[in-house]
């Protein structure tokens, strides 16, 4: 039985990944002494802090067989809103509280076009990203928010027990969703859903709450991802968050979510995010030039993906 | 008749287990040959090696006695070879025109296709079946099941086939269209084809076929006359061991007039049927019989939750129902286990044990609202041992279980939730023969304990040993109601469900 439980150990993605950020993590520090040094490491778990959190939104997402490419634009909308209440002086719990109810109900229009009007969400989103990102515009006016006061910068600057906050709430986060992933029943039944949505359904599933509740969840996280990054940074300008989700969509890929749904979890796609951040870390450490940076990163994501797929073939074969 | 087609000592292995054990076949001219064999028996890697789709180990293929490779399935299509599956493998937004002469198109000579050459080509080849070509310009997907198939073996007679493999056609047909089949296969083999024809309903064999190979555990276990050998032979060959397949109900349910039905159906009609009425007293196992297409599955899904009747009333003992959301008849204890598992019923990339708690998931939370694992556990454990399902434990992933074992899962998982009302669309479709009987012996057991059972099946046999009463559908309609010994037959039953005449028993 342990024996087993070992070797299913060995074959989940969160393992090999593990495996590759140890060998590359002894292969950078042994190149660069600069890289293990403890303020390195904590600079790239504050990086990769807000695609971590994004990623387990993003997650639940693909988990479901959806996808979500307006995240950035999302993050975008409510770092201008959470710049903005900072420079009124709002106390920073309330702008937290502000950032994630945002998120909240952007999440929610997503969850809304994709379950109740049943618009594939790889459409839907691809409308809401140019729709927020041209709110993000109107609400700018073409200028830039910087200069916040203090209190905000200590989102990102602050410490608890010694542990940058912004680290300390990815691993929060982690913890709650990989809980309820694995034992709420509600958590259950986004798995069951990226399996089959008509089973699920014939199971007695609410499909569609769930799916709503999903949508809502992620854009929860990306707010607050948005809050992170517009106190780490310090300026919002109209291209802020553009991008982000195909970094948070390789990184959730990365950590073993399968892109057509039904398997994944919050823990691997930290690692993923861990992954990705080590290298572009790593490559800069080691004076790389930036161009081999995607090119390796575009690799690794091709031949993870690849090594799942053959694996699954090679399942199919031997049950066949 | 002298050996056409002949594989000699044939090993196929997957992943170190052989699924073939040397296996030795012959196929004459113009013969209909039957392979029977449980689920898992190896005939389907025969096929798969004879059709070019995989090669084996070791051993050797042999046509008009020159040895042959087939390393692909374009290779076995020149030599004449064409498999029709279980489930048609069609483009579904092209013509049948179309999808008969895709990667094989007549050109003209500036090189673009002849649709007019095509036309006739189609016509000749339906005409050579027997059958009336008026559908051909239509999107294949817009037939019935039974005229898909038709059309691809319209299409392996274009490839000039001399071998036609089939995969279980029957499995998805109903009674009419599988007799139509049969009337194809006497055509093709008075054209001197070699058929190949797997099937897991022996009634068929005797029907159809000129020889019969056995096999069992990947191994051929005999190749006899069908004049020379019966029914009761072939199951002791296939499973090792005489099976009985007689369920004798102790107890028919006794209608009482003082006992109220659990369900009544008024008048209801959809796009999918049209005025259904009847009642489902508690305890029975009331048969729904009739061809695919006929509404039945869609008056059940009424029933459910998963499509809303326009017109109409349903009343849950004696209440008015409103269903609009599976959820609502779990809470009322009707549960409805689909007929197709792969995509409605079950989650085939998940556990075992996920399956089975998957409905009961809210009942099983314990401490912070967490679902509990030890009695998630058990409960699989509890039907793994009820229902015999073979499985290495409660985590496998349900897909590497054979289809037979998912079938019962799915019963394991609806029945954990003690249901009060269990319809069962199909429930032995694509199952072998053992795992049939066991499953025939739940269901009368079921209903022996009260549970009260609405039994969807296309096979006569099968509706017509397990029912107390059968309705039959044609079009959306009801077109006859039996409920006595001598009324229920397959006769009755098929002249109700071709729609030839209203039979109205004496209920109601």
């Excluded at chain 2, 006695?65 to 489930?87: C, F, R, W």
């Excluded at chain 2, 036609?164 to 007799?179: G, N, Q, V, Y």
């Excluded at chain 2, 349903?314 to 009322?332: C, L, R, T």
Aim: a positive charge; hydrophobic letters at 45%; glycine letters at 8%.
């Amino acid at each position: 039985m342990k024996k087993t439980m070992l070797a299913e150990l060995f074959k989940r993605r969160e393992f090999t990944v593990t495996g590759i950020i140890i060998i590359l993590a002894i292969l950078f520090g042994s190149l660069s002494s600069n890289f293990l040094s403890i303020s390195n490491i904590t600079n790239i778990f504050i990086q990769i802090s807000s695609i971590g959190i994004a990623a387990i939104g993003m997650t639940m997402i693909i988990v479901t067989g959806g996808i979500d490419v307006s995240a950035g634009s999302i993050l975008g909308i409510v770092a201008v809103i959470t710049a903005k209440a900072a420079l009124t002086g709002l106390p920073t719990p309330l702008i937290l509280i502000l950032g994630i109810t945002t998120g909240a109900l952007l999440g929610s229009i997503n969850g809304s076009l994709v379950s109740f009007m049943g618009i594939p969400p790889i459409i839907a989103t691809l409308g809401t990203m140019s729709f927020f990102r041209a709110m993000v515009f109107q609400l700018l006016g073409g200028r830039w928010i910087s200069s916040f006061p203090d209190s905000f910068r200590r989102i990102s600057t602050g410490n608890f027990l010694n542990i940058p906050l912004p680290i300390c709430f990815m691993f929060f986060l982690a913890i709650i969703f990989t809980y309820y992933l694995e034992y709420r029943p509600t958590g259950r039944y986004i798995y069951a859903i990226g399996n089959s949505v008509e089973a699920a359904r014939v199971s007695g599933i609410p499909t569609k709450r769930v799916l709503l509740l999903v949508y809502i969840f992620a854009g929860m996280m990306f707010g607050i991802s948005g809050v992170i990054v517009a106190a780490r940074t310090g300026i919002v300008q109209t291209n802020t968050g553009a991008g982000f989700e195909l970094a948070v969509i390789a990184a959730t890929v990365l950590g073993g979510t399968n892109i057509l749904g039904g398997e994944g979890s919050a823990i691997g796609s930290i690692l993923g995010a861990l992954l990705l951040a080590i290298i572009t870390n790593g490559m800069i450490l080691v004076n790389l030039p930036a161009l081999t940076e995607g090119l390796i990163i575009g690799i690794i994501i091709i031949i993870s993906v690849f090594t799942d797929i053959m694996k699954l073939r090679r399942r199919r074969y031997q049950y066949e | 008749m002298n050996s056409f087609f002949k594989a000699e000592k044939i090993v196929k292995k997957f992943g170190g287990v052989r699924a073939i054990k040397g296996v030795n076949f012959e196929l004459k001219r113009g013969e209909v040959h039957a392979l029977v064999g449980e689920n898992g028996a190896g005939k389907s890697t025969l096929i798969k090696i004879i059709s070019g789709v995989i090669q084996p180990n070791s051993g050797k293929l042999f046509l008009d006695s020159k040895e042959i490779k087939l390393l692909n399935p374009k290779n076995a299509h020149e030599m004449g070879i064409a498999t029709v599956y279980q489930d048609p493998l069609i483009y579904k937004s092209l013509s049948v025109i179309e999808n008969i002469f895709l990667g094989n198109e007549i050109k003209t000579k500036s090189g673009t296709i002849d649709w007019k050459k095509q036309e006739v080509k189609t016509k000749e080849l339906l005409v050579s079946l027997g059958i009336k070509p008026n559908f051909i310009n239509r999107p294949i997907s817009s037939l019935s099941i039974g005229l898909q198939q038709l059309a691809l073996i319209a299409k392996a007679l274009n490839y000039l086939a001399k071998i036609l493999i089939f995969d279980e056609p029957t499995a998805i047909l109903t009674e009419i269209e599988a007799e139509r089949l049969f009337k194809v296969i006497r055509k093709l083999k008075k054209q001197k084809v070699s058929i190949l024809y797997i099937s897991h309903r022996l009634e068929e064999i005797f029907e159809i076929a000129d020889r019969v190979t056995v096999f069992k555990d990947g191994k051929n276990e005999g190749t006899f006359n069908v004049k020379d050998i019966n029914r009761d032979k072939i199951v002791e060959l296939m499973a090792g061991k005489a099976l009985t397949e007689n369920i004798e109900r102790t107890m028919k349910i006794n209608r009482a007039k003082n006992k109220l039905p659990i369900i009544e159906v008024k008048n209801i009609s959809s796009c999918y049927y049209k005025n259904i009425s009847f009642s489902l007293y508690p305890g029975e196992i009331l048969g729904f019989s009739g061809l695919i297409g006929s509404g039945r599955t869609e008056v059940m899904q009424t029933l459910f939750g998963l499509i809303k009747q326009d017109e109409g009333e349903i009343f849950f003992n004696g209440n008015k129902f409103k269903v609009n959301d599976p959820s609502i008849a779990m809470e009322h204890g009707i549960v409805y286990l689909p007929a197709d598992r792969s995509s409605e019923g079950l989650f085939s990339k998940l556990s075992v044990k996920f399956n089975i708690s998957i409905p009961l998931l809210k009942k099983l939370k314990k401490k912070f609202l967490q679902v509990d694992r030890e009695a998630e556990e058990n409960l699989a454990l509890k039907y793994i041992k009820l229902l015999k399902i073979k499985a290495p434990s409660t985590s496998t992933i349900l897909s590497n279980l054979s289809g037979g074992n998912q079938q019962k899962v799915l019963f394991a998982k609806w029945l954990s939730t003690k249901p009060k009302v269990l319809i069962l669309d199909k429930p032995t479709k694509g199952v072998d023969v053992e795992v049939k009987v066991e499953i025939h012996r739940e269901i009368v057991k079921l209903a022996e304990e009260g549970v009260t059972i609405i039994l969807v099946s296309s096979e006569l046999p099968e509706i017509i040993k397990l029912s107390d009463r059968i309705i039959v559908m044609h079009e959306g309609t009801i077109t006859g109601r039996f409920d006595t010994k001598e009324t229920i037959n397959s006769k009755n039953l098929l002249s109700a469900a071709t729609g030839t005449r209203m039979i109205h028993a004496k209920i109601n």
